[in-house]
């Protein structure tokens, strides 16, 4: 049996993650090793380590991280904290692989103390452009210290072998939360509503929002926007999804909590709502607004339309469901009057939504399992690519 390291730290990435968790637990060949780190461990954001426990998968190791701040320096101070918690698993345990998904700064500690204790790192969703935020960089750094990729898109896969990957490592496997949409059982409306204490409307809005952070002080003025347009707009009612536990998260979510707290008729906010609860509301609402990459890869799969506010997201690939706008009240204005019309929601009925692939979840622990049958070698080679110019 080989163990298989997977880290989860936020409630986004482990419901992205499920399948592939779910595939391992149940495999004659692999062990899971659970490894809930992050925002899984905070009140603040849930305590989402027990959503996974009631899904019944057991949890190798809880590593503590978070300090109670959300400023650049208790950001950093974190990563440290998650740095030696890390080496110290790794130590003890030693995984044969670790599973490593996306950009944010709870994996790129993870990465670290993997490569360090040299333990193979295999890497969900490289390759990818958000020009806005510093997962870009985080996510390239991953990129290079893991041995196997797997990324969203064909594009994506090509961007990975251009930072020196080996094309034979770079699968393209398209996105683990697409395959969540089509196979997952979702709630009817009138058990979803009672669930959460929510009554939808056919003008009900998704509003995710996360600081922007590779600008300074931005978060703020930027929801503020957002809450005004919504404010103007008195026949919308409103879903919130709290903010991640970035630099000035805490600003974004005590604004949503005082804008439920004052509009508590046709709004509510959720720390976290859960994988089958989220995906089970996309499905009857008018349109998602905010900055989330959920708006970009999983939201076209339901046929309606993103409002993506900012540059968190800029670079990303996207259908033709997803409006780019800028951060200003007018600009958020103009794309969410477009998105919320009947010519444009016509218009969406054919889209095809580039992070589709069938069987992705199946491909990753197929090939993990083949790359742990044969060994992983550690000492990887620069691919040099052959340019004409």
């Not at 950001?75 to 130590?91: E, N, P, Q, R």
């Not at 008195?234 to 974004?252: H, P, Q, W, Y």
């Amino acid at each position: 049996m080989k163990k298989v390291c997977i880290i989860t730290g936020t409630r986004a990435e482990y419901g992205l993650l499920k399948p592939v968790i779910d595939k391992v637990y149940h495999s004659e060949e692999l062990e899971l090793r659970l490894v809930v780190t992050g925002m899984h461990l905070s009140g603040e954001f849930g305590w989402t380590y027990r959503e996974i426990e009631g899904d019944g998968y057991p949890i190798d190791a809880k590593i503590e991280m978070l300090l109670s701040s959300d400023t650049p320096v208790g950001i950093t101070k974190s990563m440290g904290v998650a740095l030696i918690g890390f080496a110290d698993y790794f130590a003890s345990h030693r995984p044969d692989i670790a599973v490593i998904l996306g950009d944010r700064y709870e994996m790129l500690a993870a990465a670290s103390a993997a490569m360090t204790a040299r333990v193979p790192i295999a890497h969900i969703h490289g390759g990818e452009k958000t020009e806005g935020a510093m997962d870009e960089a985080i996510r390239h750094s991953i990129t290079k210290m893991s041995q196997i990729h797997f990324t969203a898109t064909e594009e994506y896969r090509r961007r990975v072998i251009q930072l020196g990957e080996q094309p034979d490592t770079v699968y393209n496997v398209g996105s683990l939360g697409v395959e969540n949409v089509k196979n997952i059982k979702l709630l009817k409306q009138d058990e979803l509503e009672e669930s959460m204490g929510f009554r939808f409307t056919d003008k009900t809005l998704m509003i995710t929002y996360h600081p922007v952070t590779l600008e300074t002080y931005t978060a703020a003025e930027q929801f503020k926007n957002i809450l005004s347009v919504i404010d103007a707009h008195r026949e919308l009612s409103v879903i919130f999804t709290k903010a991640n536990a970035d630099t000035d998260g805490r600003i974004i979510n005590q604004m949503i909590d005082e804008y439920a707290a004052k509009n508590g008729e046709r709004c509510k906010a959720y720390a976290s709502l859960g994988q089958v609860r989220y995906l089970s509301a996309l499905q009857y609402c008018a349109a998602v607004i905010g900055n989330s990459s959920s708006g970009i890869a999983e939201v076209p799969s339901f046929g309606i339309p993103t409002v993506d506010v900012g540059d968190r997201q800029r670079g990303r690939l996207s259908a033709e469901s997803v409006i780019h706008c800028g951060s200003s009240a007018a600009e958020i204005n103009t794309a969410l009057t477009t998105a919320l019309s009947a010519e444009f929601r016509d218009s969406l009925d054919d889209i095809s939504n580039p992070y589709e692939k069938a069987g992705t979840s199946d491909m990753i622990v197929c090939t993990i399992k083949e790359f742990l049958q044969v060994g992983i070698d550690m000492k990887k080679k620069f691919y040099d690519i052959r340019w004409e110019i």
